[in-house]
Each structure stands twice: as C-alpha cells, then as structure tokens.
C-alpha cells in the first residue's frame, strides 16, 4: 500500500545536474517529514536533506549545502532533489524517507554515478 519511488539517478559528470524524484502512494505525504538519504559503497547511510511538515523548512548536510535543493511538489506527492553542481563524492545510491511519529517508510533508491 506505501509506497515511495524514487527516479531520476543517472551517470553524470562532475559539475553537472540531476534532479531526484520520490513519488509516493498509500500514505498522506504532508503528514510526514520528507527526506533523501544516500549510502556509498563501503560507508555508512547518510541524511542529505529533509524538509518538515506543516512549515515546510529545509535542512542540508553541509557537504550539499547550496547545491541541493529539496522541494515538495503543489499536489503534496512528490518530492524532488534538486542537485546541481555534482562531485565525485556525491556518488551513491539515494534514498527517500517518510518519517511520522509511529512509522518510517524507506523507497528502494536510485543510483546516482558521478564521473569523468
């Protein structure tokens, strides 16, 4: 019945642009704190972004900072990740998150490739 897919990862070079989606089913998104996580081989899982209920306030890992951008669409559906101006090092596979008081939902992730 829940269900987040994410889409948009692609192979990319440094400097270049992408733009993540999450579409989401089964669940009222604007109840849940919206976030995208993303895991490298060998490393552990890591918050890149997230962006509240109600008032909608972003936060960033400072490693993205100014160059993510986490949204949420006008239908409160979907949410995007906005990322200009890649590096090697942001390679990974990313993941959405819905989080509530009582329950988490994870999508299965998309793979974002970094290189020249």
């Known amino acids: 019945q829940v269900q987040l897919v994410e889409s948009g990862g692609a192979s990319v070079q440094p400097g270049g642009s992408l733009r993540l989606s999450c579409a989401t089913s089964?669940?009222?998104?604007?109840?849940?704190?919206m976030s995208w996580w993303r895991q490298a081989p060998g490393k552990e899982r890591e918050l890149v972004a997230s962006?509240?209920?109600?008032?909608?306030?972003?936060k960033y890992a400072d490693s993205v900072k100014g160059r993510f951008t986490i949204s949420r669409d006008k239908a409160k559906t979907t949410v995007y990740l906005q990322m200009n101006n890649l590096k090697l090092e942001d390679t990974a596979v990313y993941l959405c998150?819905?989080?509530?008081?009582?329950?988490?939902?994870w999508g299965k992730g998309t793979l974002v490739t970094v290189s020249s």
């Open positions: 998150k819905a989080k509530r008081l009582l329950s988490e939902y």
């Open positions: 089964g669940f009222d998104m604007r109840d849940y704190e």
């Open positions: 962006i509240s209920r109600i008032n909608f306030n972003t």
